[in-house]
T-cell receptor
Framework: ELKVEQNPLFLSMQEGKNYTIYCNYSTTSDRLYWYRQDPGKSLESLFVLLSNGAVKQEGRLMASLDTKARLSTLHITAAVHDLSATYFC????????????FGTGTLLAVQP | DVKVTQSSRYLVKRTGEKVFLECVQD?????MFWYRQDPGLGLRLIYFSYDVKMKEKGDIPEGYSVSREKKERFSLILESASTNQTSMYLC?????????????FGDGTRLSIL
């Protein structure tokens, strides 16, 4: 059974600092997704990572995937207040149904 | 742009009522999903459907059922609502072969059972 662990659950950081969110998963998968959720809003897709060593960057966010270690990271560079949100990783369960298993989410609060 | 529309943003119902949550997508997606979101637990899959009239149980199907009579519409039914079903419910859709496409989510329905 695929399990996805995300940490930390809560992250308070100052503007301008760097930090990393980690997503570990328990069984082999060929796809990993990162989503962002603002309070009271829906989930917005940030990145789709499809292969070992994949790296995607958008603004101050960079996501990477190591399928051998079953680990993905979301790195935040020089955080700004607008990045405050909850971030989820989700791993494809494989098979014909393309289910996603979500991590518990990381609530990021960037303090001015 | 993909649009996934959930019929209500907020809903208040009473214990024992039969509750219907509706979801419509406009991208001709084969797959549709219902999740519930609770603090500290992330998103948990209730049911999903990969075709009209087809459905499969997710991780927490107890107390719920679903209906998919048309490709664009996926309904979640709480047969007899209970207070532990108070939660945020999210609908999502995707193509059957995900490839590099993510699931697309609706805005959610915050359901309170009194």
């Amino acid at each position: 059974e695929l399990k996805v662990e995300q940490n930390p659950l809560f992250l308070s950081m100052q503007e301008g600092k760097n930090y990393t969110i980690y997503c570990n998963y328990s069984t082999t998968s060929d796809r990993l997704y990162w989503y962002r959720q603002d309070p009271g809003k829906s989930l917005e897709s940030l990145f789709v990572l499809l292969s070992n060593g994949a790296v995607k960057q958008e603004g101050r966010l960079m996501a990477s995937l190591d399928t051998k270690a079953r680990l993905s990271t979301l790195h935040i560079t020089a955080a700004v207040h607008d990045l405050s949100a909850t971030y989820f990783c989700a791993v494809a369960d494989g098979g014909a149904t393309n289910k996603l298993i979500f991590g518990t989410g990381t609530l990021l609060a960037v303090q001015p | 742009d993909v649009k996934v529309t959930q019929s209500s943003r907020y809903l208040v119902k009473r214990t024992g009522e039969k509750v219907f949550l509706e979801c419509v997508q406009d991208m001709d997606h084969e797959n549709m999903f219902w999740y519930r979101q609770d603090p500290g637990l992330g998103l948990r899959l209730i049911y999903f459907s990969y075709d009209v009239k087809m459905k499969e149980k997710g991780d927490i199907p107890e107390g719920y059922s679903v209906s998919r009579e048309k490709k664009e519409r996926f309904s979640l039914i709480l047969e007899s609502a209970s207070t532990n079903q108070t939660s945020m419910y999210l609908c999502a859709s995707s193509f059957r072969a995900l490839g590099n496409q993510p699931q697309h989510f609706g805005d959610g329905t915050r359901l309170s059972i009194l």
